[in-house]
């Protein structure tokens, strides 16, 4: 059994316009802000919280939702299609709005919207992929989702959203929801949810034929030092989140503000190196385990973090493009081994919670950080921005050095590869 690349990529879509949608949101809502209505970091960070404040109290209610809707369209895709929908409209006229209070209602109107599919989107994957092929699964999913926010960058270039002191970001974003749209045009044209989730479980209720792991499948609580991994491997998801989010919530604004250099490029030479590490860090996991190499890649954010922080004005800015490709391969391997070491230590049906788990930890940390950055930047001034990035992601590290659960086993990886068949 080989996964489906084809359909995968296809379903990727709806992850394609996600990952759009929060690039544009993450670099030009601090500058609007910033710049238009003249606001300080702490408020700022307030408000780039928002969306994962939304996010911890609704992704839940709309996942557990779509788990009981159906439809012609099927489960998940009537969510993402509506929200898609009103979540470009609501971002194209943010671009338009002259007051403060007017501003911040359309963007709850706005992150509304993305919340009501955001877990309908995250669920289609597993749907439609039997169980073994998941994490292969992923890895498209998150190439899709970094093409997506590659080209929101490479629009930011063409409109030159990095001009110091720009308020007007209109047609910028206008772009975005177009290209929000022609995704979810291909998505709706080319997947076909009902059919596609049937044939999954059909072909995962023949594997479960085949398969012991219904051996696995019984209520058995956690051990108390499985319960402490997964303790620790939670506090690491919030730690490593607070760190990088940090960065990519005020980066735009860091930029144009203290280096007086455009975002954009650093930005995309991160995505790109991501894109290129996903499928190769996947393999390196399965011959060391996930957790060592989450472990090199928490110490290649810190490293990079660290020494951003001696870049100033005037340095070539050919070194912070290395340092940003440094993250965003350290991130590719956190972000595509860390959710499985998760999901590994659940039992039978509790799949579904302990992702529920990881997500809790994730959107805490992020409703925490562009705060508390915000505090420190403007207590303190910009110099704090790299050094409190690089201490977070320190912290991770020492965090995930303890774990001893959720890795992943060699001799059952072997048994699913012999079950899932080679790789095209």
């Given amino acids: 059994m080989k996964l489906n690349y084809k359909r995968t990529i296809l379903v990727g879509f709806a992850f394609f316009l996600i990952s759009a949608f929060w690039q544009a949101y993450d670099t030009i809502v601090p500058l609007i802000l910033t710049n238009k209505f003249h606001m300080e970091q702490v408020y700022s960070g307030i408000i780039m919280s928002l969306d994962n ?22 489960r998940r895709t ?9 979540a470009s409209i609501f971002l194209a006229v943010l671009g338009f709005i002259p ?7 359309v963007l709850l109107l706005c992150l509304l919207s993305m919340a009501t599919f955001r877990s309908p989107a995250v669920a289609l994957m597993p749907d439609v ?21 590659m080209i929101v960058l490479g629009l930011s270039m063409v409109f030159a959203t990095n001009e110091k002191g720009k308020t007007d970001f209109s047609a910028y974003l206008i772009s975005v929801s177009v290209l929000m749209i022609a995704a979810l045009v291909v998505f709706l044209l080319t997947v076909k949810e009902p059919l596609w989730a049937r044939e999954a479980d059909e072909a995962g209720a023949a594997l479960e034929d085949k398969d012991d792991e219904k051996s696995l499948s019984g209520d058995r609580k956690l051990t108390r030092s499985e319960l402490t991994s997964l303790i620790l491997i939670l506090a690491s998801v919030a730690l490593w989140y607070i760190g990088y989010n940090a960065v990519t919530s005020k980066y735009s604004v860091y930029a144009s503000e203290v280096l007086n250099v455009p975002y954009n490029t650093t930005l995309l030479i991160a995505q790109g190196a991501a894109i290129i590490a996903y499928l190769p860090v996947g393999m390196i996991a399965s011959r060391v385990g996930r957790k060592k190499t989450i472990l090199a890649g928490v110490l290649m954010l810190t490293v990079a973090f ?10 070539s800015p050919v070194v912070m493009y290395i340092l940003f490709a440094l993250a965003g391969i350290g991130w590719a391997t956190i972000n595509v081994n860390s959710f499985p070491m998760v999901v590994e230590l659940a039992k039978g049906g509790d799949v579904g919670k302990y992702t529920g788990f990881y997500y809790t ?24 921005f790299f050094p409190y990035a690089a201490i977070f992601a320190g912290l991770a590290f020492v965090t995930m050095f303890f774990v001893k659960h959720g890795d992943s086993r060699p001799e059952r990886q072997g048994a699913l590869e012999s079950l899932a068949g080679s790789d095209d």
């Fill in 78 to 86: 009537p969510f993402i299609l509506f929200g898609t929908i009103f």
């Fill in 306 to 315: 660290a020494a951003a922080a001696f870049i100033k004005e005037g340095t």
């Fill in 53 to 74: 404040i939304f996010a911890v109290f609704l992704l839940p209610i709309f996942g557990a939702l779509s788990d009981k809707v159906t439809t012609r369209l099927g």
């Fill in 361 to 384: 930890a994730s959107m805490s940390a992020q409703i925490v950080t562009p705060i508390l950055s915000g505090f420190f930047i403007t207590k303190l001034g910009w110099w704090v």
């Fill in 99 to 105: 007051s403060l209070w007017a501003f911040i209602f």
């Fill in 129 to 149: 992929t039997v169980k073994p092929l998941r994490s292969k699964g992923n890895a498209i999913i998150n190439l899709m989702g970094t093409a997506g926010g």
